[in-house]
């Protein structure tokens, strides 16, 4: 096998492959051998069909599985010698002439001068937890673990409590459909309903009814009731007044913390993991702005056609786009591209910054890192390390986890070296 590689431009690069005849005859000879065990012709025998009879009615498929062939057996030995690291799958070309073979227009990470990396200046906002912020994560608490017990006698529903009613809407009369419940769910002061509807409601009493006129607004998404008055028929069937959890000793063990003491030192470490969680996202953004500004940086145009295409699916995959025409589907896929296509070209960027770093500061992932990683993204999606483990290697997702655990460490490394000030505070 012959190898020769030519720099196309700056992110591409052609890979010449020649073979020896006996290789791709090998190939060929081979599938031949299949094609004559398994051949069903009239007139001839299973497994005796003559080679020009094969030939006659397998042509294409022997021309298009030796190509296939070619490419498999060779191709990855092939960029191993022209030290050459596709970053999308290379397109092949087969060579017509007298000797066999191929070119693969590959993409790849371009070489680039690297910004200053050590020492770069950013700000960020300091961690501060107040005990403010512990007894306002308590009260978020209590409000979750809150309890509905019903009101007893001739009590009313107000602001905080939780209702079930029963509604009829019509419209000049006519009862609507679209508009009814038997049993409508609400915490009233939510601002889930419209403040009309809402407002009717506080004071009714239990097995009350009542009619309430409410005007739907002209953007409303049912175009049916849209700017329409709608007459609702209202019964009031439960009434339950929120109660909160007393925040004592008992309330901390049953948040399985010991005490409540515990529990706000507790409270006030989970904040602080939070914030620096937070503090952290905001470093590394404005590190890759630093590294990235001013600076020309080259990128694959397959590549980024492939990431935004990825970025549309996923974000398609959250429409019901069974409702939607071919035109529709067509508009809004235009204008994802144009609103992704700025995006992922600029994550490419910082990818390739970040790549590079990581290639001169030796930075690698190793077996351990991958495995450590795969058993976080077990306990998080409550499986096993030995299922998480199989996907990612049927899938061939190790490679790209390898890679992100690499970009991670890169930006790690910057912002350990880099000079984090405390940002100004608004009135200064």
Do not use: W
Request: glycine share 4%.
């Amino acid at each position: 096998m012959k190898v020769q590689v030519e720099a196309l431009d700056s992110v591409r690069k052609k890979v010449e492959v020649l073979l020896p005849r006996e290789t791709v005859s090998g190939i060929r000879e081979s599938i031949y051998d299949e094609i004559r065990r398994s051949a069903k012709i009239k007139g001839f025998r299973q497994g005796k069909v003559p080679r020009p009879i094969i030939t006659q009615y397998y042509k294409e498929y022997i021309e298009e599985e030796t190509r296939k062939r070619m490419l498999q057996n060779t191709m990855f030995d092939a960029l191993k010698e022209a030290n050459v690291e596709p970053i999308t799958e290379p397109v092949a070309d087969f060579l017509e002439g007298d000797e066999p073979g191929y070119t693969l227009d590959c993409e790849v990470l371009p070489e680039i001068e690297l910004p200053e990396y050590k020492g770069i200046e950013i700000e960020a906002e300091p961690i501060n937890i107040s005990d403010a912020d512990v007894e306002q994560r308590i009260e978020s608490m209590r409000q979750f673990h809150a309890s509905f017990e019903a009101k007893q006698g001739e009590a009313t529903a107000q602001k905080g409590d939780f209702v079930v009613i029963k509604y009829q809407g019509y419209r000049d009369g006519e009862a609507l459909k679209q508009i009814a419940a038997d049993g409508y769910p609400l915490e009233l002061g939510n601002a889930m309903l419209m403040p009309e509807f809402e407002n009717a409601v506080i004071g009714m009493k239990e097995g009350e009814e009542r009619d309430v006129d409410v005007t739907f607004p002209d953007d409303y998404p049912d175009k049916d009731i849209a700017s329409k008055k709608i007459l609702f028929k209202v019964t009031m069937k439960e009434i339950k007044q929120k109660v909160l959890p007393e925040v004592n000793d008992e309330f901390a063990r049953d948040m399985s913390f010991e005490n409540l003491e515990v529990m706000r030192k507790g409270v006030r470490e989970e904040l602080i993991k939070e914030k620096e969680g937070f503090r952290k996202s905001d470093l590394t953004r404005k590190a890759l702005e630093v590294l990235l500004r001013d600076r020309e940086i080259p990128v694959p145009k397959r590549f980024l056609e492939k990431r935004v295409h990825g970025m549309i699916e996923e974000a398609q995959s959250r429409y019901q786009t069974d409702r939607l025409s071919a035109e529709e589907l067509q508009s809004i896929s235009e204008r994802m591209h144009a609103d992704f296509g700025k995006r992922a070209e600029d994550r490419i960027k910082a990818e390739i910054v970040l790549a590079r770093i990581a290639e001169k500061e030796d930075i690698k992932a190793d077996d351990k890192d991958v495995e450590e990683r795969l058993k976080t993204i077990a306990e998080d999606a409550n499986k096993t390390y030995n299922e998480v483990k199989g996907i990612y290697e049927q899938y061939g997702l190790v490679a790209g986890l390898r890679d992100n655990i690499v970009e991670e460490k890169a930006i790690d490394f910057v912002l350990a070296n880099a000079v984090v000030k405390d940002a100004p505070k608004e009135n200064e």
